[in-house]
């Protein structure tokens, strides 16, 4: 078993849709990552969570210290946020990554 | 615009040579790490550094070997590449408590 799982792997969408992306944990951690790879390979950090909930623009994260689970919410889709989403969780320096969900908002 | 700047996109190398994947980033961060991409696997660490002339092996540091001999420059050499080396590479930088800032990563081929 991973020690980050992320669910779905793929969704497809409605442009125009709300979208959450699932992570689950199964080691301590000193801060969730989410980060966002468009094809071709460039990789953006999102954000970078410890407690609570964040917000950028349309993307929300949250995350549940006890559960050891986050969330990443897309509201009001749009095809750009097509994407490959991807959870890490880091600890004293090393980062452990999930497997990633290949999102696809069709318009 | 800070960034993290990997020197090559597309890298093409026989077996056996001796590759010099370089990385430089511009925000002064003290962590730089080397990753590999492989369809199937994610990301997996390959060496981090949290300071000059510091490293600690990730989880697939064999093959490898790394260089931080300034603070924005973090090397990865491969010291006999093997086509099993063959993937994307990427290269992130951190603060001691912040977000990655990942370079834009260089597709090794070895042949």
């Known amino acids: 078993k991973n020690e980050v799982e992320q669910s779905p792997q793929n969704l497809t969408a409605q442009e125009g849709e709300f979208i959450t992306i699932n992570c689950s944990y199964s080691v301590g951690i000193s801060a969730l990552h989410w980060l966002q790879q468009h094809p071709g390979g460039g990789i953006v950090s999102l954000f970078m969570?410890?407690?609570g909930k964040k917000k950028h623009g349309r993307l929300i994260a949250t995350i549940n210290i006890q559960e050891k689970h986050s969330s990443l919410h897309i509201t009001a889709s749009h095809p750009r946020d097509s994407a490959v989403y991807i959870c890490?969780?880091?600890?004293?320096?090393?980062?452990?990554f999930g497997d990633g969900t290949t999102l696809t908002v069709k318009p | 615009d800070v960034k993290v700047t990997q020197s090559s996109r597309y890298l093409v190398k026989r077996t056996g040579e001796k590759v010099f994947l370089e990385c430089v980033q511009d925000m002064d961060h003290e962590n730089m790490f080397w990753y590999r991409q492989d369809p199937g696997l994610g990301l997996r660490l390959i060496y981090f550094?949290?300071?000059?002339?510091?490293?600690e092996k990730g989880d697939i540091p064999e093959g490898y070997s790394v260089s931080r001999e300034k603070k924005e420059r973090f090397s990865l050499i491969l010291e006999s590449a093997s086509t099993n080396q063959t993937s994307m590479y990427l290269c992130a930088s951190s603060l001691v408590v912040g977000g990655y800032t990942f370079g834009s990563g260089t597709r090794l081929t070895v042949v």
């Open positions: 550094s949290y300071d000059v002339k510091m490293k």
């Open positions: 890490a969780v880091t600890n004293a320096g090393k980062s452990t």
């Open positions: 969570l410890s407690s």
